[in-house]
């Protein structure tokens, strides 16, 4: 039962990094100005 927690984390997380692909890449352009 365990393992199914963090497996359906990551499932989630995948899913909002599928949702929003567009947020996740001008956060790392704006870390990486200097």
């Known amino acids: 039962m ?3 927690s ?3 984390k990551e499932k989630k ?3 909002a990094e599928k949702s929003s692909p567009s947020p996740a890449i001008p ?3 704006e ?3 200097k």
Do not use: L, Y
């Open 2 to 4: 365990g393992d199914k």
């Open 6 to 8: 963090p497996k359906k």
């Open 13 to 15: 997380k995948k899913k």
């Open 27 to 29: 956060v790392k352009s």
């Open 31 to 33: 870390k990486k100005p």
